[in-house]
C-alpha cells in the first residue's frame, strides 16, 4: 500500500478482555517495528521483525504481549487480560531495509484504551 | 544505553518566524544516525530530517535543518519561516548505527504551537 496502516484506529476495550492490533506496512519493506506511546513513558519499542521472524522482542513489557507477522506482511499484536496500564497508543512503523538507517516510515496508531 | 532529552516541553512561535528546537544525546557509540520526527494530531509520526553521524555537514530540508554538534552530542532543530502547518509535537530520536534490527531512542518531545 501507498502507506503503513494500521486498525482498529481507537479501541475501548475491557479489562481482562485480550485485543488484536493489526498493522498493514508498506509493499516491500522487510523490517517492522512497533511502539508504544504513553503519557508517562514516552515512546518505547516493543519489538522488531525481520521478514517473519523476531530477532528483537526485548521491549514487550510482560508475557501477556505477543506479536506475529506472516508472508513477509501484516503483523499482529495481541495482548492478552488487558490491564489499565495497557492503556497507550501502539504504533507500527516499515522500513525498506532491515537497518532502518534511512528511517522508519510510520502508521497513525491504534489508541487502546482499557476500562 | 542511549538516552535522549528534549529539554523544552513546550515552544511558540509567530507565523513566518524561527524556532530552535534542542535535543541532546548521551551514548559511547561512534555510528548513529539521528532524526526528528514530527506528530501532528492525526497521531502519524513523520520524519522531517535525518543526519549521519559520520557526515560533518549539517543535513537540510527546505525550511527544517539541524546544527550537529557530535562532541557536545546536540542535535537541534532550526524550523524557518514557520508556517501554521507546522503545529505540532516534535520528537528527537537516535539510532545505533549496526548492522539491523535498530531500535529508535526517542527523547520526549516538544510542543510546538505556531501562532498566525
Known amino acids: 500500500g501507498a502507506g503503513v496502516s494500521q486498525s482498529p484506529s481507537n479501541k475501548v476495550t475491557e479489562k481482562g478482555k485480550d485485543v488484536e492490533l493489526r498493522c498493514d506496512p508498506i509493499s516491500g519493506h522487510t523490517a517492522l517495528y512497533w511502539y508504544r506511546q504513553s503519557l508517562g513513558q514516552g515512546l518505547e519499542f516493543l519489538i522488531y521483525f525481520q521478514g517473519n521472524s523476531a530477532p528483537d522482542k526485548s521491549g514487550l513489557p510482560s508475557d501477556r504481549f505477543s506479536a506475529e507477522r506472516t508472508g513477509g506482511s501484516v503483523s499482529t499484536l495481541t495482548i492478552q487480560r488487558t490491564q489499565q496500564e495497557d492503556s497507550a497508543v501502539y504504533l507500527c512503523?516499515?522500513?525498506?531495509?532491515?537497518?532502518?538507517?534511512?528511517?522508519?516510515?510510520f502508521g497513525s496508531g491504534t489508541r487502546l484504551t482499557v476500562v | 544505553a542511549q538516552t535522549v532529552t528534549q529539554s523544552q516541553p513546550e515552544m511558540s512561535v509567530q507565523e513566518a518566524e524561527t524556532v530552535t528546537l534542542s535535543c541532546t544525546y548521551d551514548t559511547s557509540e561512534n555510528n548513529y544516525y539521528l532524526f526528528w520526527y514530527k506528530q501532528p494530531p492525526s497521531r502519524q509520526m513523520i520524519l522531517v530530517i535525518r543526519?549521519?553521524?559520520?557526515?560533518?555537514q549539517n543535513a537540510t530540508e527546505n525550511r527544517f535543518s539541524v546544527n550537529f554538534q557530535k562532541a557536545a552530542k546536540s542535535f537541534s532543530l532550526k524550523i524557518s519561516d514557520s508556517q501554521l502547518g507546522d503545529t505540532a509535537m516534535y520528537f528527537c530520536?537516535?539510532?545505533?548505527?549496526?548492522?539491523?534490527?535498530?531500535?529508535?531512542?526517542f527523547g520526549g518531545g516538544t510542543r510546538v504551537l505556531v501562532k498566525p
Open positions: 512503523a516499515s522500513s525498506v531495509t532491515g537497518t532502518g538507517h534511512g528511517g522508519y516510515t
Open positions: 543526519q549521519e553521524a559520520y557526515k560533518q
Open positions: 530520536a537516535f539510532m545505533k548505527g549496526k548492522a539491523a534490527g535498530n531500535k529508535l531512542t
